[in-house]
């Protein structure tokens, strides 16, 4: 019966050392793959997060004790294995091999490629050792995604158009009138320059409703608590469309994730992006050519009604009341009127007045088309004389975008885009009513918004003149194109807003046939582990490698211990030199002479490990020279 070798105790705790390493390499590695996303608690998190230094330190610590462990167990390993090779015959140039795996080095021999090949890579997978578990320990920063759903209020449907309608007749309008808006006066303005200044390069951040817009709407509302803004409440008249403000109710929340037991940590900040039903418009302007009939414009019907030559100059001298006409289609005249300031004569200022009526045509220009579009025409006098008579074809869009809310400001992005159809008559019907308020409250008696808004982004953009038409005339149409588009987008957020504000339903709650469904993903910034692709399993590489190679020399010594005398313990060290020096000179080890030819023949010569319980010897097993002079007499 084999006798159990005495250093089975020490191949043992070497294996369970090496297990229990690993078994933590991979356990670790296995629960950041599994759940996808690890992280510590905020307290925690927030303590690395402002102390990155220290972080690093105990990381690399942790690593550097790993890898010189897992590394002393593989050296001891290789010298009880290497010790029991000596046994047989062994080459010099294998034993020197031997010794400097059993010391965590190398040999470099071009003629013994293989043993080089080895030994090199053996060093560099336990020089790999700290980075590994350097890279597997240390925590990174990462957005955590938290999948999100909610609804909304669906403005684009037969319910609301119906719904809409009806706060129409509650109010006594079959159309939007411009005493009912009041409110929408300074958003839309502001929406406009915003979108139109950032088109050209100017700063653009627009602010509704204690919500901060990246350059316009895009007809959304917030759909996340934290960037929902006002959280006031409205009075008995303040919904809908007497909407003037007020805490707009948020439907959405986190959508249960696969792992429940993990805790969701609050982060240092956090980002959204949704999927919401938006609205914009198309826009097209330019000049009205004299060839097309269709676009009637007459603005020569004025007359002075009130004058005081006595006035002081900070008093109205005079009133010039103005009767624009448009022919809308069908030859049906829309008139709308404005009244600017004159002074005594009756005469405006060439240089100090401006005067930029525009009207709104609510429907298409042909009877043969559908109604899904409006017009605005528009043109400039004294000091706007640079916008000749124009029209603008609009054309409102219903959306899908993506909106990111990040650091308070809400940025939004067009992903797709249909026109309207029939049942969306009521919504064009307001927007058109926004648009027709907005160019009527935008002249003053003196200027136009509209006017000074293109004047102040072409001077602020460009080097050239934007009088007597020496401008960039398509700068001057873009510009009113944003700036229309900016009036559209902030007119389906002030609807939106309306009805979604509080006390706009009962108990807050949107009914189901006016709901549109929002979707979306939070992202969390924290600090942890998360799924880095093949990085981990790099990392995870060297420890396995030399876990590896660790077993198989355990194992070897273990089954040549049980062929072997156990029961006599030697305290040779195949990697101490001193002892094969001593073991050398015990067995009178006779090499070649110390040059390079010497060298040579020497690596080749086969010694073998002799104790006899006396002494250990290191004899020579098989002379190179020797066994050629055997193989000529053969």
């Not at 920063?141 to 403005?155: A, K, V």
């Not at 895009?218 to 608590?225: A, D, H, N, S, Y």
């Not at 108990?507 to 799924?531: A, E, F, H, K, Q």
Request: hydrophobic share 40%; with cysteine.
């Amino acid at each position: 019966m084999p006798r159990v070798p005495t250093n089975l105790l020490l191949h043992t705790v070497i294996i369970c050392s090496q297990v229990i390493i690993l078994a933590f390499g991979y356990g670790f590695l296995g629960a950041v793959l599994y759940y996808g996303y690890l992280s510590p608690p905020d307290q925690v998190g927030n303590l690395w997060k402002h102390h990155p230094q220290e972080l690093t330190m105990v990381v690399t610590l942790i690593a550097t004790v790993l890898s010189v462990t897992t590394a002393i167990l593989f050296t001891i390993s290789i010298k009880k294995a290497l010790k029991h090779r000596m046994s047989d015959p062994i080459s010099l140039v294998q034993l020197s091999a031997g010794v400097a795996l059993s010391k965590g080095s190398y040999i470099l021999r071009p003629e013994y490629l293989r043993l080089t090949t080895l030994t090199l890579f053996a060093f560099g997978v336990l020089r790999l050792l700290t980075a590994g578990w350097t890279t597997l320990l240390t925590p990174t920063y990462f957005l955590w995604p938290i999948q999100i759903r909610g609804s909304e209020l669906d403005i684009t449907g037969t319910a609301f158009s119906t719904l809409l309608y009806g706060e129409f007749q509650k109010q006594g309008l079959t159309d939007i009138q411009d005493s009912a808006f009041e409110v929408l006066d300074i958003g839309a303005m502001l929406s406009g320059v915003s979108a139109a200044g950032f088109t050209f390069g100017l700063p653009g951040t627009f602010n509704f409703n204690g919500a901060k817009y990246n350059v316009s709407t895009q007809g959304i509302v917030p759909t996340i608590e934290n960037y929902s803004g006002s959280d006031g409440v409205p009075g008995a008249n303040g919904t809908r469309l007497g909407f003037s403000g007020g805490n707009v109710t948020v439907n959405t929340g986190q959508i249960p994730g696969e792992h429940t037991s993990v805790t969701i940590p609050q982060g240092f900040s956090r980002n959204y992006s949704m999927w919401q039903q938006g609205l914009t418009a198309n826009i097209s302007c330019r000049a009205i050519d004299s060839s097309q009939t269709q676009y009637s414009w007459n603005t020569s019907n004025s007359s002075v009604i009130y004058t005081n030559a006595a006035a002081s100059n900070n008093s109205i001298t005079g009133l010039r009341l103005w009767n624009v006409t448009a022919n809308c289609g069908a030859n049906t005249p829309t008139t709308q009127e404005y009244v600017t300031m004159v002074d005594g004569s009756g005469n405006s200022s060439p240089s100090g007045s401006g005067f930029l009526p525009s009207v709104v045509c609510p429907g298409p220009m042909n009877i043969n088309q559908t109604y899904t579009s409006f017009t605005i025409l528009s043109q400039g006098f004294y000091k706007y004389r640079f916008l000749n008579p124009s029209v603008c074809e609009v054309i409102p869009l219903l959306t899908t975008v993506r909106a990111n809310y990040s650091n308070d400001l809400i940025s939004s992005e067009v992903k797709s885009s249909t026109p309207f159809r029939p049942e969306n008559a009521q919504l064009l019907s307001f927007v058109a009513g926004v648009a027709k308020f907005q160019s009527v409250n935008s002249q003053g008696l003196l200027s136009s918004t509209i006017g000074d808004t293109i004047y102040s982004i072409y001077s602020s953009t460009t080097n050239t003149s934007i009088d007597d038409n020496l401008g960039n005339q398509t700068q001057v149409y873009k510009e009113l194109e944003e700036y229309w588009r900016g009036v559209i987008e902030f007119s389906a957020t002030f609807l939106r807003s309306g009805f979604m504000v509080v006390g706009s339903f009962s108990n807050n709650t949107i009914p189901d046939d006016l709901v549109s469904p929002v979707n979306g993903t939070m992202y969390i910034s924290t600090i942890g582990w998360t799924r880095r692709s093949a990085t981990y399993l790099l990392a995870i590489l060297p420890i396995t490698t030399t876990t590896i190679l660790t077993f198989a020399c355990a194992l070897y010594s273990i089954l040549r211990a049980r062929k072997e005398d156990s029961s006599h313990r030697t305290i040779f060290d195949p990697s101490n030199p001193l002892h094969l020096i001593m073991a050398s000179a015990s067995g009178g080890l006779a090499l070649g002479d110390f040059n390079m030819q010497g060298i040579i023949d020497n690596e080749r010569v086969k010694v073998r490990l002799d104790d006899n319980r006396v002494k250990t010897m290191l004899v020579i097993a098989e002379q190179p020279n020797l066994v050629a002079s055997q193989e000529n007499l053969v």
